[in-house]
């Protein structure tokens, strides 16, 4: 009773606050952040009062059994202790360790608090071991950082702190090891310590945001370097991912044993305009690296994508890339690290995009399609398997093949082509709306450039972002249409007819493919068309042949309807409707011929497919800027795949037995069964009639309307 009223007074008191305007919220997660701790909302707001409880304790009336009320407090709370005793996996780090057990009480999965206190006994074991004279002040730390001093205080940031303390003296540590030993076995017992280190800075990164920036700054840039050390001195490790780090800006200061070295590191990671890899020491994910450009420093945009990381994780429907979504699928994001590859470069967005068509980074788009399909999807696979088949690569891929023609071969060895940074900034230019624009739309009309070239940057300039792709398409179209060449636009597939002959998808590819190969000469340079067909539906029995909606419309005119009961009585299975008490007649049982499987398909006859195809053929050709065959050559083509469909369709309805059918049922109603699509019936016109009529005429259910409904439509939308 006594917990009872304490928490009806703090309760009471709370309120109090909340009606004159304070923000308990805030207070609450200040309060916490005071002692250390980082809760959420709800968790915060319970702190907060039970601290105000302990507080007010003293001078809050206390009830008459209040001793026993507490003996049985006590009891509880010891045997939860010893529960949670017995049921801990993972028993606590000794108390004379350097980190204690505070992360224990973090808001974080036990999987991960298990990864940090495995981590933590292996790095402390080393930390131990070394001298005084090896660790720094945690002030000076802070200031080499750029943390303020009033952050210090807080518990949290102490221990974070304290770890980015044991990471720099560990840094310092390998750089003088690897620089001065050569025994493989030392190396690698080295690299696997700095290997805990990294965990434990990518454990804990989602923390340092809570209080200060310049924490997660810190903790990036010191990951990064202790990733840079254990890629390049790993055996084994991915050859290209080594020789693009080798060539980073930062990598002559890697090696720095003192405070200042580091400082020096890191002073790239906040220059301006650069071009920056995201890359991680995970062996089978070493080939997964990422290009990127920033107009801010390379840590802000982290900053910001850790921000679009975390509506990704929440399940939020954001639009955000691929890579992202990887992340977020693997649960590593924090695993993977920026470095600066360039800095301070005006054109960077235009060297970004070189750089991922030279290196093509498996977690750039389009790579990344390749074996990444987000399971909510957003995107539909590409069907393409092949690195060949991705337009932003295959331009300069199909450079190395025999087969390529001799009017691409001049376009790649253009200077302009060879130069891809100046590509893409030609690009880049004609996507803004800026007098640079006009600038180079009048250099791409000029004589120093070719009709062939303009369809090779159309090519390419698909795949520009949604803010420079539609004026850059604009131009490039109008110094297409400028020089008479032809009018292409996106890769359209072949519409065919469906048919019932066999391997009828390599069938037509073959057909399309001995087209377009033999006229590949007088095709458009650098526009392959695609060969993938899609199929046409045809209509099913219940769509050719019901009627009730025509008649409906007839009746709504004043058109009386006609019987047929003397067509329907001539069949055994015709019977009175039950339902209702009249003479007309109905046909059912016609379910067998009515059903949703491919017999109930109504295949068109020969000339109507060959007129499908025909227009089919013509329509590819047309849309895809290509010459047109004649039409008896398509003919010849296709008339294997017409005979063996004729062969095949001989137990199929087609549409003459349709229009026996409705010849037969004269002026007859035709409509499937209620909630029964498959079940087709035959009614007399008048029996219909009266169903509608008693459906929707019904003065217990519907009411007439007296006015006009196009008046009253008219009158609405005036109001």
């Given at each position: 009773?006594?917990?009872?009223?304490?928490?009806?007074?703090?309760?009471?008191?709370?309120?109090?606050?909340?009606?004159?305007?304070?923000?308990?919220?805030?207070?609450?997660?200040?309060?916490?952040?005071?002692?250390?701790?980082?809760?959420?909302?709800?968790?915060?707001?319970?702190?907060?009062?039970?601290?105000?409880?302990?507080?007010?304790?003293?001078?809050?009336?206390?009830?008459?059994?209040?001793?026993?009320?507490?003996?049985?407090?006590?009891?509880?709370?010891?045997?939860?202790?010893?529960?949670?005793?017995?049921?801990?996996?993972?028993?606590?780090?000794?108390?004379?360790?350097?980190?204690?057990?505070?992360f224990y009480s973090l808001t974080l999965e036990r999987t991960i608090l298990g990864t940090i206190e495995k981590n933590i006994a292996a790095v402390d074991k080393w930390w131990r071991a070394q001298p005084e004279d090896a660790t720094?002040?945690?002030?000076?730390?802070?200031?080499?950082?750029?943390?303020?001093?009033?952050?210090?205080?807080?518990?949290?940031?102490?221990?974070?702190?304290?770890?980015?303390?044991?990471?720099?003296?560990?840094?310092?540590?390998?750089?003088?090891?690897?620089?001065?030993?050569?025994?493989?076995?030392?190396?690698?017992?080295?690299?696997?310590?700095?290997?805990?280190?990294?965990?434990?800075?990518?454990?804990?990164?989602?923390?340092?945001?809570?209080?200060?920036?310049?924490?997660?700054?810190?903790?990036?840039?010191?990951?990064?370097?202790?990733?840079?050390?254990?890629?390049?001195?790993?055996?084994?490790?991915?050859?290209?991912?080594?020789?693009?780090?080798?060539?980073?800006?930062?990598?002559?200061?890697?090696?720095?044993?003192?405070?200042?070295?580091?400082?020096?590191?890191?002073?790239?990671?906040?220059?301006?305009?650069?071009?920056?890899?995201?890359?991680?020491?995970?062996?089978?994910?070493?080939?997964?690296?990422?290009?990127?450009?920033?107009?801010?420093?390379?840590?802000?945009?982290?900053?910001?994508?850790?921000?679009?990381?975390?509506?990704?994780?929440?399940?939020?429907?954001?639009?955000?890339?691929?890579?992202?979504?990887?992340?977020?699928?693997?649960?590593?994001?924090?695993?993977?690290?920026?470095?600066?590859?360039?800095?301070?470069?005006?054109?960077?967005?235009?060297?970004?995009?070189?750089?991922?068509?030279?290196?093509?980074?498996?977690?750039?788009?389009?790579?990344?399609?390749?074996?990444?399909?987000?399971?909510?999807?957003?995107?539909?696979?590409?069907?393409?398997?092949?690195?060949?088949?991705?337009?932003?690569?295959?331009?300069?891929?199909?450079?190395?093949?025999?087969?390529?023609?001799?009017?691409?071969?001049?376009?790649?060895?253009?200077?302009?082509?060879?130069?891809?940074?100046?590509?893409?900034?030609?690009?880049?230019?004609?996507?803004?709306?800026?007098?640079?624009?006009?600038?180079?739309?009048?250099?791409?009309?000029?004589?120093?450039?070719?009709?062939?070239?303009?369809?090779?940057?159309?090519?390419?300039?698909?795949?520009?972002?949604?803010?420079?792709?539609?004026?850059?398409?604009?131009?490039?179209?109008?110094?297409?249409?400028?020089?008479?060449?032809?009018?292409?636009?996106?890769?359209?597939?072949?519409?065919?007819?469906?048919?019932?002959?066999?391997?009828?998808?390599?069938?037509?590819?073959?057909?399309?493919?001995?087209?377009?190969?033999?006229?590949?000469?007088?095709?458009?340079?650098?526009?392959?068309?695609?060969?993938?067909?899609?199929?046409?539906?045809?209509?099913?029995?219940?769509?050719?042949?019901?009627?009730?909606?025509?008649?409906?419309?007839?009746?709504?005119?004043?058109?009386?309807?006609?019987?047929?009961?003397?067509?329907?009585?001539?069949?055994?299975?015709?019977?009175?409707?039950?339902?209702?008490?009249?003479?007309?007649?109905?046909?059912?049982?016609?379910?067998?011929?009515?059903?949703?499987?491919?017999?109930?398909?109504?295949?068109?006859?020969?000339?109507?497919?060959?007129?499908?195809?025909?227009?089919?053929?013509?329509?590819?050709?047309?849309?895809?800027?290509?010459?047109?065959?004649?039409?008896?050559?398509?003919?010849?083509?296709?008339?294997?795949?017409?005979?063996?469909?004729?062969?095949?369709?001989?137990?199929?309805?087609?549409?003459?037995?349709?229009?026996?059918?409705?010849?037969?049922?004269?002026?007859?109603?035709?409509?499937?069964?209620?909630?029964?699509?498959?079940?087709?019936?035959?009614?007399?016109?008048?029996?219909?009639?009266?169903?509608?009529?008693?459906?929707?005429?019904?003065?217990?259910?519907?009411?007439?309307?007296?006015?006009?409904?196009?008046?009253?439509?008219?009158?609405?939308?005036?109001?």
């Open positions: 009773m006594g917990e009872v009223c304490h928490s009806v007074f703090v309760t009471e008191i709370l309120a109090e606050f909340r009606n004159r305007g304070l923000n308990l919220t805030q207070l609450a997660q200040s309060r916490a952040a005071q002692g250390g701790l980082t809760l959420d909302d709800s968790g915060a707001l319970q702190h907060f009062a039970k601290a105000m409880a302990d507080q007010l304790q003293g001078w809050i009336p206390n009830p008459q059994h209040r001793a026993q009320v507490q003996g049985k407090i006590a009891a509880v709370q010891a045997e939860l202790s010893a529960l949670k005793a017995c049921t801990t996996p993972n028993p606590p780090l000794h108390r004379d360790s350097m980190y204690m057990t505070w720094m002040s945690t002030y000076r730390l802070a200031t080499c950082f750029g943390v303020p001093l009033g952050k210090i205080t807080s518990s949290q940031n102490e221990h974070l702190l304290l770890i980015l303390k044991v990471a720099v003296t560990l840094t310092s540590w390998l750089s003088n090891l690897l620089k001065t030993t050569r025994n493989m076995t030392s190396i690698v017992s080295a690299l696997a310590l700095c290997k805990h280190q990294i965990g434990i800075l990518a454990s804990l990164s989602p923390l340092t945001l809570s209080s200060s920036i310049n924490i997660f700054f810190a903790y990036r840039i010191l990951q990064t370097r202790m990733m840079m050390l254990y890629v390049q001195h790993r055996p084994h490790a991915n050859g290209k991912l080594v020789a693009i780090l080798r060539g980073a800006t930062c990598t002559r200061h890697l090696y720095g044993t003192t405070l200042l070295a580091h400082q020096q590191f890191s002073r790239s990671f906040f220059e301006p305009n650069a071009v920056y890899l995201r890359f991680t020491c995970i062996a089978k994910h070493q080939p997964l690296f990422y290009i990127g450009s920033t107009k801010d420093h390379t840590l802000g945009r982290e900053h910001t994508r850790y921000r679009k990381f975390k509506q990704v994780s929440s399940g939020q429907f954001v639009l955000s890339e691929l890579a992202i979504r990887f992340w977020s699928h693997s649960n590593n994001f924090f695993w993977w690290s920026p470095v600066p590859l360039y800095i301070r470069r005006a054109n960077h967005w235009a060297l970004e995009h070189a750089l991922i068509q030279l290196w093509q980074p498996k977690l750039n788009y389009p790579f990344i399609s390749q074996f990444f399909i987000p399971r909510k999807g957003i995107i539909s696979k590409i069907p393409h398997p092949n690195t060949r088949q991705f337009e932003i690569a295959s331009l300069w891929r199909k450079r190395r093949y025999k087969s390529t023609g001799k009017a691409l071969r001049n376009i790649l060895n253009s200077p302009l082509f060879q130069n891809r940074v100046r590509m893409w900034t030609l690009l880049q230019d004609l996507g803004s709306n800026t007098r640079r624009r006009f600038e180079q739309t009048q250099y791409i009309r000029s004589s120093a450039f070719s009709l062939e070239g303009c369809y090779a940057l159309r090519r390419l300039g698909v795949h520009l972002p949604e803010t420079h792709q539609k004026l850059a398409l604009q131009a490039i179209d109008g110094a297409i249409h400028f020089r008479n060449g032809k009018t292409i636009g996106r890769v359209r597939p072949f519409r065919a007819p469906w048919m019932l002959s066999r391997q009828l998808d390599s069938h037509i590819r073959q057909i399309l493919r001995l087209w377009y190969f033999g006229i590949q000469h007088t095709a458009v340079p650098c526009h392959e068309p695609s060969f993938r067909p899609i199929y046409v539906k045809h209509p099913s029995l219940m769509e050719a042949i019901c009627n009730h909606k025509e008649a409906i419309q007839n009746w709504s005119d004043e058109i009386t309807p006609i019987c047929t009961c003397s067509t329907l009585r001539k069949f055994p299975s015709a019977r009175a409707f039950p339902n209702l008490n009249c003479e007309h007649w109905v046909l059912d049982g016609l379910a067998q011929i009515a059903g949703g499987s491919l017999n109930s398909k109504i295949f068109p006859n020969k000339k109507e497919l060959q007129r499908l195809f025909l227009e089919a053929f013509h329509q590819w050709t047309k849309l895809n800027a290509i010459p047109c065959p004649t039409d008896e050559w398509i003919l010849q083509q296709f008339s294997p795949i017409l005979a063996d469909h004729s062969r095949r369709v001989t137990n199929h309805i087609t549409a003459a037995t349709t229009r026996q059918l409705q010849e037969q049922f004269a002026n007859c109603i035709f409509h499937n069964e209620d909630k029964r699509a498959s079940s087709l019936r035959i009614f007399c016109p008048c029996q219909y009639f009266q169903c509608i009529d008693k459906t929707f005429l019904d003065s217990a259910i519907f009411a007439r309307f007296p006015e006009n409904p196009s008046d009253s439509l008219h009158i609405t939308m005036q109001h």
